[in-house]
């Protein structure tokens, strides 16, 4: 709409690129953290280029929902390491950030920015109606429209029913339950592995960081795309989180 280049670097669009981006994000700080009888933060060379070029890509892919969680993981990490000094410079950054935005930015890019938070850019109402078709469609059909009403599919055959949103376009095909039920799931992972973050140590810690991280930072892209069409961060987020659940109950056994 303002006329900016969005890049898409090999993936299939800049969505795929900039949700890619947040999982090597994810994957990143779990690896440079280590927890053994203390936890230590120790990147190698070739890891902090990689945290740069993430930073890079997220810039160039230019997607809002990736752009803010790219930060909330940032944020979330911190808070789940208890780096009170990261925190500190988190907030002072974001204060900065919102003075300069409010008394010194001016042209297209406020506009794009305020136009964003209001709903008031064609993307920003185009999201509103997809979803607000959506609700419509699942409160006349609970149980589902059927695979292919939403999503993908539906997009490729220019009949798409809702849609721009991960959990409606499960509710438009599968129905309120099969909807409440991936949430479910979703959130039992991200809690079980918050729950990991406090006992577990050494790879099994490293793991479930990384799946933590990756729930946090899919959550807000999941409102605004279809992100489980995106194949490479579908099969590791849901990979490394059955991966994370099989090493819990494997653990669990060998104490009983």
Known sequence: ???????ASIFANPLDFSASTVVALSILLALVTY????????PTKFETIGLIASFICILFAASRASFVSYFAILYFYAWFI?????????????????????????????????NTISFENTSSIGHLIEWVNG????AAKPLGMGLGESGR???????????ENQLIIIGVQAGVIAMFTYLTIYISILVLGLKQLKFAKGQFYTLALITVL???????PMFTANIDAYIYVSFLSWFLSGLMVNLY????????
């Open 153 to 163: 599919v539906s997009v490729a055959l220019k009949e798409n029913i809702g849609g």
């Open 135 to 138: 609700i419509e469609a699942m």
């Open 35 to 42: 927890k053994t009888n203390q936890l230590t933060i120790a």
């Open 82 to 114: 208890k780096q009170s000094k990261i925190l500190f410079y988190f907030h002072l950054l974001v204060i900065i950030t919102v003075i300069i935005f409010f008394y010194f930015l001016e042209g297209d890019l406020y506009d794009y920015v305020v």
């Open 214 to 220: 990756l729930k946090v930072g899919l959550f807000i």
């Open 249 to 256: 109950q494997s653990k669990t056994e060998d104490i009983v």
């Open 1 to 7: 709409e303002s006329g900016l280049k969005r890049f």
